[in-house]
């Protein structure tokens, strides 16, 4: 439990009250931060100390969560032979890149919610905001190329070239070799990782006012933000379709052959794929739902449209490090090959048996049992 520093809450509290006026946020900033942290945030008064107890609290919990839910995603995917497709290669850097998020964020952060200010330096400062957006564009394009196998294997079906080990390997070599080519350049002089507004967490500057610096943001929110978007709106734009046309031609087909239903394996593969889609767009939709207020407040910064407080700065970029915490919760409720996985290796954290699941797809993100409903006439 965080302890509110006395000194700290009195000085926060003389300020509330009309005294010390002059005090800023930046007061606590050490000397050799300074000349990172934008004039932008003088105008601000110190932050309630409370605020920093529960942000380090709860990047705290959020840390640890990620960290073994990953893991043990990370170990389970890659020690049962059956998950171990070409296409789980992709589930596994993504769990693995939310892993190497919060191991990396999560730390740093709490120490420095605890002493109100960044206290490890400018370089580590660097270091932690070119890892939050490592990690991140890394998820973001594995996503990307899940979403993209989805509409190889749903929409061209047995005319799609499959997924193979070694084209998985080279599609996760492409992400990583993207995410750390845009994710240096701020180190290099495009754009610069600078403290956020409560001092507390670093990442990308997007206050600085010449465009050499806002053309990064720019740039860089087409090619790891809008560009994803748009590839997986049109990959599950045609998924959608392709479910729905053949739901009904087999719906046709039952009420034709006066059957409620078609169990045959083409119907019990469709189903299947049906599921892992949706699985694989509650992922990225809770992902988008994470990163969006972090671009907005970067867009608000670089346009000068509207204010930007030291708390929503903070807020934005503690709910974009949430979404690594998303994806072991959507695997343990939705996958059963994963929760029996699950619950051979961790037999306590498992509440009920799994039912057996003789039925699977080895294409998809993972293997899940094939059920098909009755259909309607």
């Not at 973001?140 to 190329?145: D, E, R, S, V, Y």
């Not at 061209?156 to 996760?172: D, N, Y």
């Not at 507004?197 to 087409?222: E, F, H, P, Q």
């Amino acid at each position: 439990m965080t302890i509110i520093n006395e000194p700290s809450f009195i000085s926060w509290a003389a300020q509330r009250g009309g005294y010390g006026g002059n005090m800023t946020v930046v007061d606590k900033v050490l000397p050799d931060m300074l000349h990172m942290v934008d004039a932008y945030w003088y105008q601000y008064p110190p932050m309630n100390p409370l605020w920093h107890g529960i942000l380090g609290f709860m990047i705290g919990v959020l840390g640890f969560i990620s960290v073994v839910g990953n893991g043990m995603v990370v170990y389970i995917f890659s020690s049962t032979k059956p998950l171990r497709t070409p296409s789980n290669l992709l589930v596994v850097n993504l769990a693995f890149s939310d892993f190497l998020m919060m191991l990396t964020m999560s730390p740093p952060m709490v120490i420095n919610c605890y002493n109100e200010t960044w206290v490890l330096g400018p370089f580590f400062c660097e270091l932690y905001g070119m890892f939050g957006s490592l990690f991140g564009c890394a998820s973001i394009w594995t996503m990307t190329f899940i979403a993209l196998d989805r509409y190889n294997v749903i929409v061209k079906g047995l005319s799609a070239q499959p997924l193979t080990k070694k084209s998985a390997m080279l599609r996760i070599l492409l992400i990583w070799a993207m995410s750390t080519g845009w994710t240096v350049a701020p180190l290099f002089g495009w754009n610069r990782y600078v403290p956020e507004g409560n001092m507390t967490a670093c990442g990308t500057d997007y206050l600085t006012k010449d465009w050499v610096s806002r053309s990064y943001i720019l740039v860089y929110s087409v090619f790891v933000y809008f560009l994803p978007l748009l590839t997986i709106i049109y990959s599950y734009w045609f998924i959608v379709q392709a479910v729905a046309a053949h739901e009904k031609s087999m719906r046709e087909q039952a009420k034709k052959m006066n059957v409620a239903s078609l169990r045959s394996s083409e119907a019990a593969q469709t189903s299947a794929e049906c599921k892992l889609a949706k699985i694989a767009l509650m992922t990225i939709a809770l992902w988008f739902f994470a990163w969006t207020p972090y671009l907005v407040t970067n867009y608000t910064g670089i346009f000068e449209s509207a204010k930007i407080s030291p708390l929503a700065t903070i807020w934005c970029s503690l709910f974009a490090k949430a979404n690594a915490v998303y994806n072991p919760i959507v695997y343990g409720i939705s996958h059963p090959k994963y929760r029996q996985a699950l619950q051979k290796k961790f037999p306590s954290l498992v509440c009920a048996a799994e039912q057996d699941d003789t039925q699977s797809t080895a294409s998809g993100v993972t293997n899940v049992q094939a059920e098909e409903k009755p259909a309607t006439a």
